[in-house]
């Protein structure tokens, strides 16, 4: 079964074509085929797509809206020079990333809708994810037709949060309004989760977790027999970590000083709200404070060469993740491993030592030469006597989409035979 995958994340929308048949494997596949949109680039959105000769380009875009990209990101699979089916018809189904689903959706979810009106309604919540997702749907549904089309749920994995790491503690009436902790990255925590059970030879049922989600976003969960029993994210993807250009948790008070200001000033309200939401998710973090980059990769190249800002950019984002994994472990009886993934998390040997050296009052020893060695595969990076284990777990959240879209119509349709 081709299935087509859609992850659209803050800054990129990635897509990828997977080919699913039993037995399905225990580790991510390949995609056959892969293309990105890097909404970033200073000089307009680029478009990059591997085919399945390993061959790969970048071209910019030089269309004017999102859906418009979309549609011509997606036509690439059977016109563009990489190719890989001969027509939409090839295309069984297409699983997408949702980043916030609220109360309502705790499973992978065939879209309808209804679905529809809610992730519209979420993106109250997630307004940098919501709405690129819903583009996805509507350029399917342009040049696919009624392919089925399944959404899985950042939120889903954080269904069983208990009540004190999900309350917030303001007015009882918050928690009526659906205002509270729902958490992100879950379909990265479940993929990293179901991963290390397999890579330290575990039941899931007595392992204890800490995994670090670093990408652009970033996040972590403390993990107990399968189920995210505490998260630094909260309402929305903005709570907890320093982020590539988003600012984690800050004093409200802050912002209640700056709307005031403006407020005196003359500024219309709608106009504060805007200046608000960007300036936290899109102008702060690594790239607010060293006044660069969101960049990991950049902000290391930078301290390393004397830039003061990039180096206290650098402190920030260590000083807060170790804080946050400290205040993790006290939601867990015992800690196993603590995880890295994501971009900064697979691949940035400075960021984990610096993470490691200063839990090392947790039991943790991170094995200086292993950290180090280069890998894209699943690695323990301890010393031997290390009490917990350190791993690497590349996330594959595409596959993990593919694999569970693939379920849910491979269930359903044997379902549908039984009736
Ligand atoms: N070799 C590397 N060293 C340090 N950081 C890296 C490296 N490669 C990628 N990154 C970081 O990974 C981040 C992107 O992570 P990724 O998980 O791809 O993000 P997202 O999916 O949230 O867009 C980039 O901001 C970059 O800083
Ligand atoms: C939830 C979230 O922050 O996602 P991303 O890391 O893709 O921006
Ligand atoms: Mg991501």
């Not at 994810?129 to 749920?153: C, K, S, T």
């Not at 969960?221 to 909260?234: C, E, H, L, P, Q």
């Amino acid at each position: 079964m081709q299935i087509l995958v859609l992850n659209a994340g803050s800054s990129s929308q990635k897509c990828a074509l997977f080919d699913l048949t039993e037995p399905l494997p225990e580790a991510a596949s390949a995609p056959l085929w892969r293309a990105a949109i890097d909404w970033t680039n200073p000089d307009g959105a680029q478009l990059s797509v591997k085919g399945g000769d390993g061959e790969s380009t970048s071209t910019p875009l030089q269309v004017g809206s999102h859906l418009e990209a979309l549609e011509h990101l997606l036509a690439q699979l059977w016109q563009g020079e990489h190719r890989i089916i001969d027509s939409p018809e090839a295309i069984a189904a297409v699983g997408h990333r949702v980043v916030h689903g609220g109360p309502h959706y705790r499973e992978a979810t065939v879209i309808d809708g209804q679905v529809k009106r809610t992730i519209e309604a979420m993106a109250a919540f997630a307004p940098v994810h919501n709405p690129a997702a819903l583009e996805g749907i509507r350029a399917v549904e342009q040049l696919l037709g009624p392919v089925p089309q399944v959404a899985l749920f950042d939120t889903a994995f954080h269904r069983d949060l208990p009540d004190r790491a999900a309350v917030y503690p303001g007015p009882y009436e918050w928690l009526d309004a659906d205002i509270r902790r729902y958490g992100f990255h879950g379909i990265s925590y479940a993929y990293c989760t179901e991963r290390a059970a397999r890579f330290l030879e575990r039941e899931l049922s007595s392992l204890r977790l800490i995994v670090c989600h670093l990408g652009n976003g970033c996040s972590a969960a403390a993990i107990a027999r399968g189920k995210s029993v505490d998260t630094t994210m909260g309402f929305t993807p903005l709570e907890g970590l320093m982020m590539g250009s988003r600012s984690g948790s800050v004093d409200p008070s802050i912002l209640i000083y700056l709307l005031r200001q403006m407020t005196q000033q003359g500024q219309p309200p709608e106009k504060i709200a805007d200046y608000l939401d960007d300036t936290l998710n899109k102008a702060s973090g690594l790239k607010g404070i060293s006044g660069l980059t969101s960049d990991m990769r950049q902000i290391t190249a930078a301290l390393n060469t004397g830039n003061a800002r990039a180096g206290l950019a650098f402190d920030i984002y260590i000083h807060r993740l170790v804080s946050a994994i400290a205040a993790l472990r006290t939601s867990l009886d015992g800690l196993d491993a603590l995880v890295f993934t994501a971009g900064v998390g697979e691949n940035s040997a400075e960021v984990r030592a610096h993470t490691c050296e200063r839990l090392a009052f947790l039991g943790l020893q991170l094995d200086g030469a292993k950290n180090q060695a280069p890998g894209g595969s699943e690695r323990d990076i301890a010393t031997p006597d290390s009490a917990v284990r350190i791993l690497v777990i590349p996330t594959q959240e595409d596959w993990a989409i593919a694999r569970e879209c693939y379920r849910l119509l491979s269930a359903s349709a044997a379902d549908k035979r039984q009736r």
